[in-house]
């Protein structure tokens, strides 16, 4: 069974540091791309990047670009999204998903909330 | 970068009515690689429709989507309660992966 495991809730401090994680199994971790989608509090689903864990070759959406970044580690199945300095505007969702070309994203993990608050 | 907008942002209706929802982009979307997923308060999204008009494993019949090019329709033909839930279309495709931007979404309500 294809599973996507998130790491649990976060509450941190404007200007900390984050770095959340995404489990894959059921599946070849190395042949499919992960992606990660933010979802502000009442709002719709943005799409942040994608990575693949083969190669670890990364593409950001311009609007995240510079603010985030994404990783990899092919040998405990694993994809992480992280912050260098947290905003409160950070405060979201994030939810990791798996692709793989001509295909959408067809699993979901259960979404990590991130709360920035002094 | 394609922008995708749905239309409308809310709709209201009744169980067992139609609900039609809408998916323009500001450009053709390769290959028909449209995506269509439900959410539902508390939940992550779910997969229903991919290539404009394929349901997804599980999906019941009475949801169906349509269109090509820039203009693409989600049809859930008789409403269940369960079918309240924000709906978001997806363009995918580009290989490797560039841009892989959602909809802002349709909410269905119960009226």
């Known amino acids: 069974e294809v599973q996507l495991v998130q790491s649990g809730a976060e509450v941190k401090k404007p200007g900390e540091s984050l770095k959340i994680s995404c489990k894959g199994s059921g599946y070849s971790f190395t042949s499919y791309w992960i992606g990660w989608v933010r979802q502000m509090p009442g709002k719709g689903l943005e799409w942040m990047g994608i990575?693949?864990?083969?190669?670890?070759?990364?593409r950001y959406s311009p609007s995240f670009q510079g603010q985030v970044t994404i990783s990899a580690d092919k040998s405990i199945s694993t994809a992480y999204l992280q912050w260098s300095s947290l905003k409160a505007s950070d405060t979201a969702m994030y939810y990791c998903?798996?692709?793989?070309?001509?295909?959408?994203?067809?699993?979901w993990g259960q979404g990590t909330l991130v709360t920035v608050s002094s | 970068e394609i922008v995708l907008t749905q239309s409308p942002g809310t709709l209201s209706l009744s169980p067992g009515e139609r609900a039609t929802l809408s998916c323009r982009a500001s450009?053709?979307?390769?290959?028909?690689?449209l995506a269509w997923y439900q959410q539902k308060p508390g939940q992550a999204p779910r997969l229903l429709i991919y290539?404009?008009?394929s349901r997804a494993t599980g999906i019941p019949d009475r949801f169906s989507g349509s269109g090509s090019g820039t203009d693409f329709t989600l049809t859930i033909s008789r409403l269940e309660p369960e079918d309240f839930a924000v709906y978001y279309c997806?363009?995918?495709?580009?290989?490797?992966?560039?841009?892989?931007?959602f909809g802002g979404g349709t909410k269905v309500e119960i009226k």
């Open positions: 450009q053709s979307v390769s290959s028909s690689y």
């Open positions: 997806q363009q995918y495709g580009s290989s490797p992966p560039s841009s892989l931007t």
């Open positions: 990575i693949y864990p083969g190669d670890s070759d990364t």
């Open positions: 290539g404009a008009s």
């Open positions: 998903a798996r692709h793989e070309y001509s295909s959408p994203f067809d699993y």
